[in-house]
């Protein structure tokens, strides 16, 4: 089988799937794991493919997710006759599904099913030991200039929220709405989430932003981007990773 991976958090799935020498071609954002991705040709980044060197690969499947890709992509593909798979999941139940999905795809059923069940075991234990434990009002931070944040609408506030979250700017119609300083003083988040990546956020960027907005510096931590908003065979771990983030805003 040959295999075209064009999102990070798929192409680490590919490999856990035991599917990973059948990759031809990732972007340059696939990262994991990153002793293998290295030896395998890159096909652009995830905003702009090179769609004719796809098609030259001869792909058996294209894999593909509806917020990291572009439709025209994934259109221009299909009708050269690629197979494409395109997926979208926003909550773990979406991601466990989504990872059978895929591993039916790929003929790696039985290992699919084993990443599908450790998700919806950790959610199960997650969501039963948050139920009877305080809420944590939070806001996550994406992006700096403009400060961004995100809405209920995200794999980020489904997996918060599985742990006993609520997301303080969950209401706004953005997915990813642009905030100030003066949001956020009045959201009053019992914590502020500021990922690793998209933006790389950094401890003097939390110093700036409790600055600005009055809130107390101890309220703002660095959390692992990845493990908060990559879906696939991240997710278990993601899972406990989140439970572990809202209880250190509890302690």
């Known amino acids: 089988m040959r295999i075209v991976s064009l999102c990070p958090s798929v192409t680490e799935l590919v490999f856990d799937l035991d599917r990973g020498s059948d990759l031809v071609g990732i972007t340059t954002y696939c990262v994991h794991p990153a002793d293998r991705v290295k030896e395998i040709e890159t096909v652009g980044g995830t905003k702009d493919p090179d769609v004719e060197r796809i098609i030259d690969l001869e792909p058996d499947i294209v894999l593909l ?46 290992k699919a099913e084993a990443i599908a069940s450790d998700i919806e075991g950790r959610a199960a234990r997650v969501r039963m030991t948050s139920s009877s434990l305080p809420e944590v009002s939070w806001a996550y931070l994406i992006w700096r200039k403009p400060w961004m944040s995100v809405n209920s609408d995200t794999f980020v506030d489904g997996l918060l929220r599985l742990a006993g979250g609520r997301n303080v700017f969950g209401h706004r119609s953005e997915r990813y709405p642009i905030i100030s300083a003066e949001d956020l003083a009045q959201a009053d988040p019992d914590v502020v989430l500021a990922a690793s990546e998209p933006f790389p956020f950094q401890a003097k960027h939390l110093d700036e932003l409790a600055s600005a907005s009055g809130l107390s510096r101890e309220r703002f931590m660095v959390v692992d981007g990845e493990y908060l908003s990559w879906h696939g065979s991240r997710t278990p771990d993601g899972i406990d990773y989140a439970e572990a983030c809202l209880e250190r805003a509890r302690s």
């Open 65 to 110: 997710n509806e917020e990291e890709n572009r439709r025209e992509d994934a259109e221009r593909l299909e009708r050269a006759g690629v197979h494409c798979h395109v997926s979208f999941p926003k909550v773990v139940e979406d991601t466990a599904a989504f990872v059978r999905d895929v591993g039916s795809r790929l003929g790696r059923t039985e």
